[in-house]
Each structure stands twice: as structure tokens, then as C-alpha cells.
């Protein structure tokens, strides 16, 4: 149950983090990096799923929330015309670790990829990104 709902957040949350309106929300005048950081920073999903998935693995967890926030920190501090390439390097940068660096919980290959595309590409990129 746990797992569908993980799936269920991370699927949505790549198609609704993808569309104009709620890019519009999270890039609108005012919002700056502590803003962004901060919603990054709220999805723990690696740790849980090191922690719930991987029987306890501290390492899947710390790995993957802390390639989270330096790869946002990262897209956040690229120029705007850049931060499309960026996002998307450091998007396989994570696959890759995902699947060659970090321990396989059965069941949950999924997970890295999708969560790395809903936040580093689809929410962090403001709208029209690499279009300036």
C-alpha cells in the first residue's frame, strides 16, 4: 500500500509539476531559492523507502536525499538559459547512481527515476525554461 502511494505521488506529481499553471504557482514573482529548497527538501521519499523498502538502509536513503538537494541547489544556481541541460545531466546522473551505486530493493527500480523527474525536471525548471 505504502509503494502505491508513493507511485501514485511521484506519477502525478511528474505530470502535475509539468503543466504551465503549476509552474506559473511555484515560479511566481517572490518565490526564491529558500522556496524552492524548502519544497525539495519536504520529499523524504528516499529515506523512507531506504528505510521501509531497503530494511532499514541508512545509505539509500541518505544517498538519495542528498543527491536530491545538491542536484537542486545545483539547477537553482545555473543561469536560466542553462538550467534545462543542467537538470537534465544531473537527472541521469541520478538514474545512473540509482541503478549502478545504490543497493536494489526489489520491487522499487522505479523509484529513483521517477522521483528525480518529478522534482529536478519537471518542478525546479520555471516555465519556458531554456527558451530565454
Request: charged share 10%; aromatic share 10%.
Amino acid at each position: 500500500a505504502l509503494a502505491a502511494l508513493l507511485a501514485l505521488d511521484l506519477g502525478g506529481g511528474v505530470a502535475a509539476n509539468a503543466t504551465l499553471t503549476t509552474k506559473r504557482w511555484y515560479h511566481r514573482p517572490g518565490q526564491g531559492l529558500r522556496d524552492h529548497l524548502g519544497f525539495i527538501a519536504a520529499h523524504i521519499h528516499p529515506l523512507i523507502v531506504g528505510l521501509v523498502f531497503g530494511g532499514g538502509d541508512w545509505l539509500y536513503g541518505l544517498v538519495g536525499y542528498g543527491g536530491l538537494l545538491v542536484a537542486a541547489l545545483i539547477i537553482l544556481r545555473t543561469a536560466p538559459r542553462l538550467q534545462l541541460p543542467i537538470a537534465l545531466l544531473l537527472y541521469l546522473c541520478a538514474v545512473l547512481i540509482g541503478l549502478y551505486a545504490l543497493p536494489d530493493i526489489p520491487g522499487m527500480a522505479w523509484f529513483v527515476p521517477v522521483f528525480y523527474l518529478k522534482l529536478l525536471v519537471a518542478h525546479l525548471l520555471p516555465p519556458g525554461a531554456n527558451m530565454r
